[in-house]
């Protein structure tokens, strides 16, 4: 089995001019989204990032969102998604359950997070900061076996539940969905579930 992250070095590699991520008049090639997830990387690796720790994500849809997850990906982390229309309740719940260090989000939203105790990085005010770190790829090793994301159940039946997804399970599933859809170079795919949804990861 493989990671998520070779499949997209395998994209850095053989189509980095071409676009990755587009959103509201934005595009990233491969190769930026690339260095762009590699600064972040390393930001969060000087912040004391260690293998496999949470690091929760809350921002809207944008391509901040996309380059946060490779971003903690590569810096060997799991990414925990809290969808920022979600109650304060519910999201203290997951960051306490989670037990996540670090909080990546934006700048509209970082004030409403005053019980979470770790260090809070802002993807888009805190960006002259990240930008500072180098654009290559950190010497992270990261396996099939390692934890990738952590997605919590609704709660419908009491409290909310973390679901813990390997490299290698997600993989897997997006190997199958490719060839499912017939996906090839040049398709695009609509970045439509909420991030908190685990249909998004496929996506």
Same mark, same amino acid.
């Given at each position: #089995?493989?990671?998520?992250?070779?499949?997209?070095?395998?994209?850095?590699?053989?189509?980095?001019?071409?676009?990755?991520?587009?959103?509201?008049?934005?595009?990233?090639?491969?190769?930026?989204? =690339?260095?762009?997830?590699?600064?972040?990387?390393?930001?969060?690796?000087?912040?004391?990032?260690?293998? +496999?720790?949470?690091?929760?994500?809350?921002?809207?849809?944008?391509?901040? #969102?996309?380059?946060?997850?490779?971003?903690?990906?590569?810096?060997?982390?799991?990414?925990?998604?809290? =969808?920022?229309?979600?109650?304060?309740?519910?999201?203290?719940? #997951?960051?306490?359950?989670?037990?996540?260090?670090?909080?990546?989000?934006?700048?509209?939203?970082?004030?409403?997070?005053?019980?979470?105790?770790?260090?809070?990085?802002?993807? =888009?005010?805190?960006? +002259?900061?990240?930008?500072? +770190?180098?654009?290559?790829?950190?010497?992270?090793?990261?396996?099939?076996?390692?934890?990738?994301?952590?997605?919590?159940?609704?709660?419908?039946?009491?409290?909310?539940?973390?679901? #813990?997804?390997?490299?290698?399970?997600?993989?897997?599933?997006?190997?199958?969905?490719?060839?499912?859809?017939?996906?090839?170079?040049? +398709?695009?795919?609509?970045?439509?579930?909420?991030?908190?949804? =685990?249909?998004?990861?496929?996506?």
């Amino acid at each position: #089995m493989t990671t998520l992250l070779n499949l997209f070095r395998d994209q850095v590699e053989n189509h980095p001019r071409q676009p990755a991520v587009e959103f509201d008049g934005r595009v990233l090639t491969y190769l930026e989204l =690339d260095q762009r997830s590699n600064q972040i990387a390393r930001h969060l690796l000087r912040h004391g990032l260690l293998p +496999e720790t949470r690091v929760a994500l809350c921002v809207d849809r944008s391509i901040e #969102m996309i380059a946060g997850i490779f971003g903690i990906l590569k810096a060997g982390g799991a990414y925990i998604p809290l =969808d920022p229309a979600y109650p304060a309740e519910r999201q203290a719940f #997951m960051l306490s359950d989670s037990g996540a260090p670090i909080l990546l989000t934006q700048e509209s939203h970082s004030k409403k997070f005053p019980f979470h105790a770790g260090k809070i990085i802002s993807l =888009d005010s805190g960006w +002259e900061e990240i930008a500072r +770190e180098r654009d290559t790829d950190p010497e992270i090793k990261v396996e099939a076996h390692n934890l990738a994301y952590i997605i919590y159940t609704s709660g419908s039946t009491g409290q909310p539940k973390g679901v #813990m997804v390997e490299h290698g399970g997600w993989t897997n599933y997006c190997r199958s969905a490719r060839a499912a859809y017939g996906l090839g170079l040049g +398709e695009r795919v609509l970045q439509f579930s909420s991030l908190s949804w =685990d249909t998004s990861a496929e996506e």
